[in-house]
């Protein structure tokens, strides 16, 4: 009797043993086909402007009595057009340097001869003299400034933003939840409203806390999905 509930507890921690490690090859397995990813956090302060406004190349007289040099009675070729925001003139003053550009040209330089408020339309008016290059009439422009830069509470890099086809953007989030294992790390898809984008970064609304891992782009993303973040 002895002999045989040896047996018996022997199968037993056999069996015990067996399932320790059939459950530690399968956690492995699993750790094997969860994607692994990479994060970036969110920053805050200034951000460079790519662009402070459009406008549109005319030619004529420019009779406007809020420009302060006083109106142009000959034909001349200017651009006119708005600042994208308001808050984008800070800093620029008329005879203020700026860039021009046009799509598939380089930029060429100009002189914002006058902002002015539109009170119909509430924007900022800019009217700039190219100073080189050529410019056909009815020619859409994009202006800068050299140092135009805004403040910020909250931008992330664009390598990090999706887009839906209806034009919503969205980012996704790496978030810690309780599962069976215990602790596990997910994928959440967020929506994003950007306010002001460069060639590198975007200005969100939304005010991320700074400790925010924000998940690099990768195809096998979705919104729920288990991930594990890349350790260096």
Request: glycine content about 8%; aromatic content about 8%.
């Amino acid at each position: 009797m002895e002999k045989k509930n040896r047996i018996v507890y022997l199968l037993l921690v056999s069996f015990l043993v067996l399932m320790v490690i059939m459950t530690f090859v399968s956690r492995v397995m699993n750790e094997s086909h969860i994607p692994e990813v990479e994060t970036v956090s969110p920053a805050s302060g200034n951000l460079k402007l790519s662009a402070l406004g459009r406008g549109v190349v005319e030619s004529g007289q420019l009779l406007d009595a809020r420009i302060s040099e006083g109106v142009f009675t000959e034909d001349t070729l200017y651009v006119r057009g708005y600042f994208y925001d308001k808050a984008y003139m800070d800093g620029v003053s008329s005879g203020d340097e700026v860039w021009l550009s046009v799509k598939g040209g380089n930029p060429a330089r100009g002189i914002l001869v006058a902002k002015m408020y539109d009170y119909m339309e509430d924007v900022i008016e800019a009217v700039i003299f190219p100073q080189e290059g050529a410019y056909a009439v009815g020619q859409e422009v994009e202006f800068v400034h050299e140092e135009a830069r805004v403040r910020c509470s909250c931008h992330i890099p664009n390598e990090v933003i999706y887009q839906e086809e209806n034009g919503d953007t969205y980012i996704y989030v790496l978030k810690s939840r309780e599962g069976i294992a215990g602790n596990v790390t997910v994928a959440v898809k967020t929506l994003v409203h950007i306010v002001i984008q460069n060639e590198t970064r975007s200005a969100i609304a939304e005010e991320l806390e700074m400790s925010t891992k924000i998940i690099k782009k990768d195809e096998a993303l979705r919104d729920g999905i288990r991930v594990r973040e890349r350790e260096w």
